[in-house]
């Protein structure tokens, strides 16, 4: 299918005329959505200096971001493309955010195709408000920087959630002018940081409340006692309950009400279910006399 795209574009291109947007659009969809194509193959099908969003979405497909970023900033000239790239591509590569903000604050690199800088000298990008658009090699990248660094402002702004405030402060030059944009920012990550200091208050708060908890059940275990007394019968069996017979407590359903003592092999008998393992038993699970000696104190009589 990638193939038959690119015979029909390269069809058009032959003929001298510009490739039908439309047929590209199909093409960037396939790209987009399908699952059935080489993303290796492709690559090496498409041409270095041409179809430089088809270029960028397959390079998304082998997770190379910071090459797609950068076709989209300097090749497309497209800053709204690389923004919705991030948007796109943020599940995938949770740091794509950061990425767009490095290539956004540094030069271009050499290798690159550089199709900004003649948008920047016909005047179409440029950063001046009013006069004639630059001509010279550093009148463009003083335009350009305008350009990124005024669109950094409203990508950090509107984005804050994606990326920390401690790797946008390593990115960010030092003579950056502090906008309304950059206030915004620094304003949504001191709130998250907010609600994230809130939110681990809480759990731990949570936790202290829990152990507190845990050691009162802990001690009113180890606090109680029963006593056998010689005239002591279990009431399953109705035989005595004696110093050397293993036994069972089942605390009480009410406060008020006593403990019941039972033989062990009774309790094992008329159990419904099967005895689980100490630190696992409830408040209401039976206490065997072998496997729970500490939370039961025994007075013999």
Avoid at 251 to 256: F, M, S, T, V
């Amino acid at each position: 299918m990638v193939s038959a795209y690119l015979d029909l574009i390269g069809s058009t291109v032959s003929t001298g005329d510009a490739p039908d947007e439309q047929l590209r659009q199909r093409l960037r969809r396939f790209l987009r959505t399908s699952k059935r194509y080489s993303p290796e193959k492709t690559l090496a099908r498409l041409p270095d200096d041409g179809l430089l969003q088809e270029r960028a979405l397959v390079l998304s497909r082998l997770g190379r971001h910071e090459h797609a970023l950068g076709l989209l900033v300097f090749g497309v000239a497209s800053l709204t493309l690389a923004e919705q790239y991030c948007v796109d591509n943020v599940d995938s590569c949770a740091g794509v955010f950061v990425l767009l903000l490095k290539i956004l604050v540094e030069p271009p690199p050499s290798d690159i195709v550089d199709n900004e800088a003649a948008l920047i000298r016909s005047g179409d990008l440029t950063g001046a408000d009013g006069g004639s658009p630059p001509s010279t090699a550093a009148q463009v990248e003083d335009a350009r920087q305008t350009v990124h660094r005024r669109f950094a402002g409203h990508f950090l702004s509107m984005h804050h959630q994606h990326i920390p405030a401690a790797d946008a402060l390593r990115l960010l030059p030092p003579d950056l002018s502090f906008t309304p944009d950059l206030l915004a920012y620094l304003r949504g990550q001191l709130c998250a940081l907010d609600q994230a200091t809130r939110a681990s208050d809480v759990v731990r708060n949570l936790r202290v409340g829990e152990d507190t908890q845990s050691k009162r059940r802990l001690h009113r275990l180890q606090s109680g006692f029963v006593v056998i007394s010689e005239s002591r019968t279990c009431p399953h069996c109705l035989k005595r309950i004696g110093s050397g017979t293993a036994f069972a407590v089942i605390p009480p359903q009410e406060k008020a009400a006593r403990p019941v003592v039972v033989h062990y092999s009774c309790w094992q008998r008329h159990k419904p279910s099967p005895p689980s393992h100490a630190e696992s038993r409830s408040d209401s699970s039976p206490v065997s006399g072998e496997a729970r000696v500490p939370s039961i104190k025994l007075k013999w009589s």
